[in-house]
């Protein structure tokens, strides 16, 4: 079935490292990639998406290119800051489906420190 | 939070008593969503709703039920609480089940002891 699968956590960085979350998936055809985050205390919040290979999703400094060749869609960033300390979710909806059907990972904790 | 709020957002109750969970939206969304987050399984879809009184099973349903009687109000019911549904329950939101993109409460933590 569909599924993703993360880098297990926690990850723990100095601020201004480079961070790489990795991020696989098991689908069929052309599903849409997601990546949510989680601040303390607080719900999930969409971070970027891409609905077709080679599209990027970026904000906030974060980038994710969606490689339908490695099946991958790895979150980055080039210089991680103190409030980017949170959990990280890779998600996937099936081709041709809606929300009901979003797949998450288990999630990655990251941790900045100053 | 975008317009949805989770209450209570704290609970401690015994095993084998009622439980129901609230969700409010004010963005007059159709798509309402129950999850439950644990430790090593993400998050897991329990409900969902397409519409006032439509609703349908997700994956992991056994001992839940839901009510939608108006479009900004999303009840999950556990009719027995049991230990293993100590959880943190999340409520989204959606605009057209197309977006695939959701909006998520704050969260509601419950201890079942």
Redesign the interface.
Known sequence: GDSVTQMEGPVTLSEEAFLTINCTYTATGYPSLFWYVQYPGEGLQLLLKATKADDKGSNKGFEATYRKETTSFHLEKGSVQVSDSAVYFCALTPSGTGANNLFFGTGTRLTVIP | ?AG?TQSPRHKVTETGTPVTLRCHQTENHR?M?WYRQDP??????IH?S?GVKDT?K?EVSDGYSVSRSKTEDFLLTLESATSSQTSVY?C?I?GT???????????SRLTVL
Do not use: P, Q
Request: no cysteine.
């Open positions: 939070d949805i798509y969503y090593g399984h993400g998050l897991r879809l969902y397409y349908d997700g999340f989204a959606s089940s197309g977006a695939n993109v959701l909006t998520f409460g704050a969260g």
